[in-house]
């Protein structure tokens, strides 16, 4: 089935209430009703799906409206906004790390408890119910990855980097030849979480935006998990010196609060580049 292509110039489009935008050539942004964005990037042999959202409605059957070549699916990480749409696919990739995770939250009452949780967000637009599907758990296989691993999908090849920070699980996807880097989580246009719950350590983070940053001579677009895609690369810059003013001073944040902290969480912000985070972290 051949790629979908636009008759206006506004890129959007929706299936099965899925929101989706052509962010790039084959690239497809697919918004999941407000929760989460995932990826899905087409080459000229196969197809790589980044994310599988919360898992509400049927991100397969959106897949396969924009391609029947075979795909790869990829998780971010682990958490389950990322990952809770695994169990409409035979087999995901994920970090190795993410792996023991994701097979112990693969559970009915974890699964409700997060969609539940959920409801609460101001980005969710209801357009589709996050009950109907909150006990829905579908069997599927893992695969372990690690850095430097490649997915070629004939005319473009996408590369693993590890980077750990707001999980130790990590990853984003280079795509050098048309110079983008899809991010996840690593990067987004609002806050990055650093909670004490799930979170390495904030050096850790530091030392993983030093790696991506080592690498912008391969990419020009940064494209992230959440809100605003594409971004641009100074939202990187501005986050190593976000995340290095924490460090010189934990204290430089203002109080704040966020839902999936038992600790006082704190906001920094400097350019761009925002991080919610607790003191355990830094």
Partial sequence: MAPVFYKDNMNLKEINGFTLQQTAKDVWAIDEFGIDIMY???GSKKALLFDTGIGIGNIHAVVRELTDKPLFVVNSH????HAGGNGHFET???????IPVLQKQDNAAYR???FLQQEARAEYNHKASLRAYMEQILPYSLKGLEEGYTFDLGDRKLEVVF?????????CLLDRDNRLLFSADTIVSTPTLMLAEYSDTMDTYLQSLLKLQSLKQHYELIFPGHYLRPIGARCLEDMIQ????IQNNPLAGQKDACALSKS???FYQYGLASVLYTLERV
């Fill in 40 to 42: 899905l990037v087409i």
């Fill in 242 to 245: 976000c995340v290095q003013h």
């Fill in 112 to 114: 409700k408890a997060f």
């Fill in 92 to 98: 995901v990739y994920a970090h190795k790390n993410a």
């Fill in 163 to 171: 980077t750990p920070g707001h999980t130790k699980d990590c990853i």
């Fill in 264 to 266: 006082q969480v704190y």
């Fill in 78 to 81: 682990h958490h389950y906004d």
